[in-house]
């Protein structure tokens, strides 16, 4: 009966709410807007910027890459002939770039749109998840557009609450019963005092990229492999097994940074390995390739703190 009444709780929650969810054509974020929309069709609005030249481009992704999935079955079947004027009244779809400030949205859309003013949950789902991937890329993502998120979020006198998809191995690899709690500042995962300084990872990552493109000797190739090495190698440092891991860390870090001392409530939850759906609305559905090709629950930890 709790559980039944805490359901109802946050469904009847997202009732005339407006949200914004970066990373939404990844798995998690198409698998977040479907459900909101099933579940609570009186929300306001659910905002997603994506990479895209402009509006309309922005637009195609949604319908493409999201609501025209076959995840969201359940939810045309329900709606009918009247699926499309549905998801365009309550999905708007922004040109825009989490790397960049205001998450690459343009200042006039933002004004038009009064959207800082206007949304009350913002949900970071986007992160470059490749464990070899190239330094200055997985920092640009994972820690700089948590900055940006955060500065934005800043900016939000209605926001209510801020959540961070994080994932469970930036515990690394330790074994047996792992402390659910906040990194602290500059912590690493060695045991012998090192520091992180998170300044320091992104002028190092900054500078090794001007070298390389100032150097006419070094082919792209070349790059792309010194700069996937430098990731690796500093991760390994402090003790993370992979870039990702250790980017994701980091993110989280700077999350605590950009907020501490706020008001608004801020969530991480730390997915584990994310295989497939396992109940509603498609049972089995699953997109890309992934490592476990079963039926299993979504393992998720989550972290709520005020900073």
């Given at each position: 009966m709790?559980?039944?009444?805490d359901?109802a709780?946050?469904i ?9 969810i ?7 974020g ?6 909101i929309l ?7 609005r659910i905002?997603?910027p994506?990479?895209?030249a ?9 319908e493409?890459e ?5 995840l ?5 079947e ?5 699926f ?5 009244d309550?999905?708007?779809g922004?040109?825009g770039d ?26 970071n789902?986007?992160a ?12 640009d993502v994972n820690?700089v557009g ?7 979020a800043r ?9 961070h998809?994080?994932t ?10 792992v402390?659910?709690?906040?990194f602290?500042?500059g912590e690493t995962?060695?045991d ?7 300044d320091a ?13 100032a ?7 070349a ?6 090495d ?5 991760a ?5 097994p992979n870039t990702?891991?250790?980017t994701?860390?980091m993110?989280?870090?700077m999350?605590?940074q ?5 008001d608004?409530?801020v ?9 497939s759906v396992?109940?509603d ?5 699953i997109?890309?390739?992934?490592s476990?090709q079963t039926l299993?629950r ?10």
């Amino acid at each position: 009966m709790a559980g039944a009444l805490d359901e109802a709780k946050i469904i009847d929650y997202f009732r005339n709410k407006s949200v914004l969810i970066t990373g939404a054509t990844g798995f998690l974020g198409k698998i977040m807007v479907e459900k909101i929309l099933r579940v609570q069709p009186d929300v306001k609005r659910i905002y997603l910027p994506v990479r895209a030249a402009d509006a309309a481009a922005a637009r195609r992704r949604v319908e493409t890459e999201v609501v025209g999935k076959e995840l969201f079955g359940v939810l045309r079947e329900r709606h009918g002939a009247g699926f499309d004027a549905f998801v365009a009244d309550k999905v708007v779809g922004l040109a825009g770039d989490v790397m960049r400030e205001g998450f690459g949205v343009d200042a006039a859309t933002l004004r038009d749109l009064r959207l800082a003013d206007e949304l009350n949950v913002i949900v970071n789902g986007a992160a470059t998840t490749n464990f070899y991937e190239r330094y200055d890329v997985a920092l640009d993502v994972n820690v700089v557009g948590v900055k940006h998120m955060c500065d934005f979020a800043r900016k939000c006198p209605n926001l209510e609450v801020l959540m961070h998809v994080s994932t469970a191995y930036v515990a690394g690899e330790k074994q047996g019963l792992v402390p659910e709690r906040p990194f602290k500042d500059g912590e690493t995962l060695r045991d012998d005092g090192t520091q992180l300084d998170i300044d320091a990872e992104l002028r190092l990552a900054r500078d090794l990229r001007k070298q390389m493109e100032a150097d006419d000797d070094v082919d792209p190739k070349a790059q792309r492999k010194a700069m996937k090495d430098l990731g690796l190698t500093r991760a390994r440092h402090f003790g993370w097994p992979n870039t990702y891991v250790f980017t994701k860390s980091m993110g989280e870090m700077m999350l605590a940074q950009m907020m501490r001392g706020g008001d608004v409530p801020v969530v991480i939850v730390r997915p584990s390995i994310i295989t497939s759906v396992q109940n509603d609305p498609l049972p089995g559905w699953i997109e890309g390739t992934r490592s476990v090709q079963t039926l299993l629950r979504v393992q998720i930890q989550m972290l709520t703190f005020k900073f």
